[in-house]
């Protein structure tokens, strides 16, 4: 069980990860927002696993803390938006990052929405207000999460294994039952960039009910701590509106083998 659950909690916990397993070669970057392509996924907003029969609305909130020279700490928040409906359509948002506690909704960066029936892929520009889609081919994927990791053990540095993964055992976020596991990995002294080994511990609260991690802790001395936290859990369809493109963008097709008058 542990296993099991450490090696699907990993693989969805990462944007790049969960895109390798859901999708064909083809599609990865596809279904990656343009201007957070490389970005570190925690910050970047969860991806929400276009499976049908599970709809949901929710709110993702991420933080992350972390040690300036001078001694002081800075905190970076944002909230998102995302929802599924039961036909396995996706919502996402990519929202500006502010300092230290913020009240209100941060502005809107980018919208990304993803039919898997149509293959139609939607990204927002609200500051050019273009709506930029496009099909993507090949055969329909399978779309239920499997694992993404090997099944392999840990690689070994002088004898010992580079991570180790731990069973949190089970609790309740938002109404709903999740499963954590807790990967901790060793980065030598020759990797690190400070000259010294170090530790980097990664935290995953997955949800089977709703196929996404409802909670992710990421600690890392070089870079701090992050969190990304799900809340405000609405089960049901969210408003079709949501998977609308507004009246007021302008639509490019940008299909491969299409052109634009």
């Known amino acids: 069980m542990l ?52 709809p949901f609305t929710a709110t993702t909130v991420t933080q992350s803390t972390r040690r300036l020279q001078d001694g002081t700490t800075e905190v970076l928040k944002t909230s998102s938006n995302i929802a599924r409906d039961a036909e396995g359509r996706i919502y996402n948002e990519r929202r500006q990052t502010v ?5 209100g909704t941060p502005p ?11 293959r139609l892929n939607t990204f927002f520009n609200p500051a050019q207000r273009i709506a930029r889609q496009s099909k993507l081919n090949g055969p329909a994927p399978d779309y239920q999460p499997t694992s993404g990791l090997p099944s392999a053990p840990a690689p070994l540095l002088n004898g010992e294994p580079l991570w180790r993964q731990e069973d949190l055992g089970t609790q309740v976020m938002e109404d709903v039952l999740v499963h954590g596991v807790r990967i901790i990995r060793t980065v ?31 600690s890392d001395p070089r870079t701090g701590e992050q969190t990304l936290t799900v809340t405000h859990v609405k089960r049901g369809d969210p408003a079709p509106q949501m998977f609308q493109v507004p009246a007021d963008y302008k639509v490019v097709d940008e299909t491969p083998g299409t052109t634009q008058d």
Request: proline share 10%.
């Open 3 to 54: 296993q099991k659950t450490a090696m699907k909690a990993v693989a969805i916990a990462s944007l790049i990860a969960l895109l390798v397993v859901l999708l064909p070669a083809q599609d990865v970057r596809s279904l990656i927002p343009p201007d957070a392509r490389g970005a570190n996924p925690l910050m970047t907003g969860v991806f929400v696993t276009p499976v049908p029969n599970a």
């Open 99 to 103: 300092p230290g506690s913020f009240t």
């Open 108 to 118: 809107l960066l980018s919208g990304h929405i993803y039919d898997p029936v149509t």
């Open 188 to 218: 030598p002294a020759s990797a690190s960039g400070t000259g010294q080994p170090l530790v980097v511990t990664d935290e995953y609260w997955y949800s089977d009910d709703l196929h996404l991690n409802m909670l992710i802790k990421h």
